[in-house]
């Protein structure tokens, strides 16, 4: 995925007035800077920022890299003040700059959703230091790339990148050359080769780094140095940055928490994220707030495990450096819920807090988790707080974890309507000993037992998964196994790959990739195939019922065409056609009930419609669309986000099998 997001402007929270950009919620903290000589055969000039040993990242850098001079900051975290007149100089100056004095910064970003959000964040610190947002590389004075490590094909298209923003430099003279940076979890991990090796990139920073940005661009700007900063926070959340989006957007990204404590044996995310560390939940609730206030519609609550939410008053240190331990194989995330490093206890909050319930049966953590959330405001709460915001703004989250899917969190989906009843449930496999193997921290029957409870609780809930094809050590028997739970359970979406094995985590270290890859294409081929088989079930089973659809926009294959998604966050297809006030029925829908001809208007981008499915493929639904509506209005109707519909034949519903047995079910045309 690649996403450019041109700007919008910045708005920090009242409830956090106090806070200066460069606070992290808790005392800020100085970031070591050092001279020394330059190693040999190494990058003479390297400005190096954040340098050092610390909890949540261990040493990153080697502490003989030269660091040269740092310019004077200009009110990011760590920066070495000249004083509280530097900062409000600093801000009238930029305040009142010409639009042609400002510079242009281009963003390209790769990844999942979090990576997309960590951009946004990055875009409204550059906003305040002078830099605009450009749809153009070529007018850009700096070029940033958010990159993602996850899969070794997601950073082969990344270094093919690089290597074209490389060519366009080399016709500009030195002073006019933009800046390069490599951003995201592709920078922690690759930082030496990025900068010396293959010199592609001028600049590196990691996750936690993103306020040090303006110091880093204006050190390498024209100067032909290399500026660092990869060191791991076990504090920053961004909590006081609101993220700058793209300009009439109805749907947008929250990040409610950071980093991630699973250290499941094949995951790169810890190394390159750091450890857990939950957002203030009044900053979450403004952030909502004010993009209600701006017209969106629905919003994703974001974290690498966001379930595992987690906050207290007293949060802001941490006791143990976990990733120092993995790093040297001392703990390899098997640590089963009752063990792990010793957690302080946390007093109950006087407003939000509540007990810890456990996991349930089967399923356990490297850590203790009663200790640290125990008496925290938790998921659930968080989810019931966020939804009560506007009734008519969706509620979304991911990526969770199936451990802590507790029935607090089912409940609150079930009661709130705007809550959308799609549950991401990444079982990664369907084999017991291979799961032990990932260190997942659950069993098959244990997760079949929550996808039960789900379904109990949940009434037509929406499942979709995660899985690993061809893991180190899968027999014959265990690919079995996953291929039986894809048939079992049934899920409507599922993101399906190869094993890509990640320098660094415990698998790279502890387990050998010895599945042959001719062995993980096959295997995986057969994973999708059952995938297939039941999701094609599931999308011919949705022809004749009314779903209610917040309009996305016009589709990319036929302007005429417009596209909204489900709550259960499948895509419909429809045409863009004058339609009256939804009434609960197809007749009156039809006519525009008791409205007039001038009362019919066509469908809006971020207006939420209800349409009737008549047909579809695989991967998309297609249906009519019945009129206009508000959420509220269609769960009070029909009590839910669909309903099924009486279809005959004067709907012109028709369903066949096409061509190769592959699924073509459509409307008559």
């Known amino acids: 995925m690649t996403t450019t997001l041109p700007m919008r402007g910045t708005v920090l929270s009242p409830l956090l007035s106090s806070r200066k950009l460069g606070s992290r919620g808790v005392a800020t903290r100085q970031l070591t800077r050092g001279r020394a000589r330059a190693p040999s055969g190494g990058v003479r000039g390297v400005r190096v920022v954040a340098h050092g040993a610390g909890p949540g990242g261990g040493q990153h850098l080697n502490p003989d890299e030269m660091v040269a001079p740092s310019a004077r900051p200009v009110g990011v975290a760590g920066a070495v003040m000249d004083g509280e007149a530097a900062d409000d100089a600093d801000a009238a100056d930029l305040a009142t700059r010409a639009p042609a004095e400002r510079k242009h910064v281009y963003v390209e970003t790769y990844g999942c959703q979090m990576n997309v959000n960590d951009s946004e964040v990055m875009l409204s610190v550059l906003k305040d230091s002078g830099y605009d947002a450009t749809d153009d590389m070529h007018e850009a004075d700096v070029i940033l790339v958010n990159t993602c490590a996850i899969r070794e094909k997601a950073e082969a298209k990344i270094w093919q990148r690089l290597a074209y923003f490389k060519s366009l430099r080399k016709s500009k003279k030195r002073t006019e050359k933009p800046v390069v940076g490599v951003l995201g979890c592709m920078a922690e991990r690759l930082k030496t080769q990025l900068l010396e090796a293959d010199q592609l990139a001028d600049l590196v920073a990691g996750p936690d780094a993103y306020r040090d940005l303006p110091n880093l661009i204006e050190a390498v700007s024209g100067t032909g140095q290399k500026a660092i900063n990869v060191q791991l926070s076990v504090e920053e959340t961004y909590a006081d940055i609101i993220p700058v989006r793209k300009e009439g957007t109805h749907a947008a990204f929250v990040t409610i928490m950071r980093g991630c404590d699973n250290a499941c044996a094949f995951c790169i995310v810890p190394y390159t994220r750091g450890r857990e560390r939950s957002r203030d939940p009044a900053s979450i609730e403004y952030e909502v707030r004010l993009l209600s206030e701006q017209g969106v519609k629905e919003v994703t609550l974001l974290g690498q495990n966001v379930n595992s939410y987690s906050y207290s008053a007293q949060d802001g240190g941490a006791t143990t450096d976990f990733l120092a331990q993995l790093t040297a194989g001392t703990d390899d995330g ?336």
């Not at 709130?416 to 369907?430: D, E, F, K, T, W």
């Not at 001038?598 to 981008?605: F, Q, T, V």
Request: with cysteine; net charge negative; charged share 25%.
């Open 334 to 669: 098997r640590v089963a819920e009752t063990g792990g490093a010793a957690v302080a206890e946390v007093p109950a909050l006087a407003v939000g807090g509540t007990s810890f319930s456990g996991y349930a049966a089967g399923f356990s953590s490297r850590y203790a988790p009663a200790p640290r959330r125990e008496g925290s405001m938790q998921f659930a709460a968080l989810l019931d707080r966020v939804a009560a915001v506007d009734p008519e703004m969706r509620v979304r989250f991911t990526s969770p974890h199936p451990k802590d899917f507790p029935d607090a969190v089912l409940e609150v989906i079930r009661n709130r309507p705007n809550v959308c009843a799609c549950l991401h449930m990444p079982a990664q496999s369907g084999s017991t000993t291979t799961l032990d193997r990932m260190a997942r921290g659950y069993t098959r029957e244990a997760y079949l037992n929550l996808i039960a409870r789900v379904k109990e609780i949940i009434p037509g809930c929406a499942i979709t998964t995660d899985i690993i094809a061809g893991f180190c050590g899968e027999t014959e028997e265990e690919h079995a196994d996953t291929v039986s739970l894809m048939k079992r359970v049934g899920y409507e979406q599922a993101f399906m790959f190869a094993y890509s094995e990640r320098a660094g985590t415990s698998a790279a270290r502890k387990l050998v990739d010895d599945v042959p890859e001719d062995v993980k294409l096959r295997r995986l081929s057969e994973v999708i195939d059952a995938f297939r088989t039941t999701a094609g079930e599931r999308q011919k089973a949705e022809v004749g019922r009314v779903h209610l659809c917040l309009v996305s926009g016009t589709s990319k294959k036929n302007p005429r065409e417009l596209t909204g998604a489900t709550d259960t966050s499948k895509w419909a297809i429809f045409a863009d056609d004058p339609v009256g006030i939804y009434g609960g029925g197809e007749a009156e829908a039809s006519m525009g009930g008791a409205e007039t001809e001038k009362g019919l208007a066509s469908p809006r981008a971020g207006e939420y419609v209800a349409v009737l499915i008549t047909g579809c493929t695989t991967g998309s639904l297609f249906g009519r669309c019945l009129g206009r509506t508000t959420l509220s209005a269609f769960q009070a109707m029909h009590g839910g986000a669909w309903v099924e519909a009486e279809v005959g034949p004067s709907a012109g519903v028709e369903a066949e099998v096409g061509a190769g047995g592959a699924l073509a079910v459509g409307a008559a045309r």
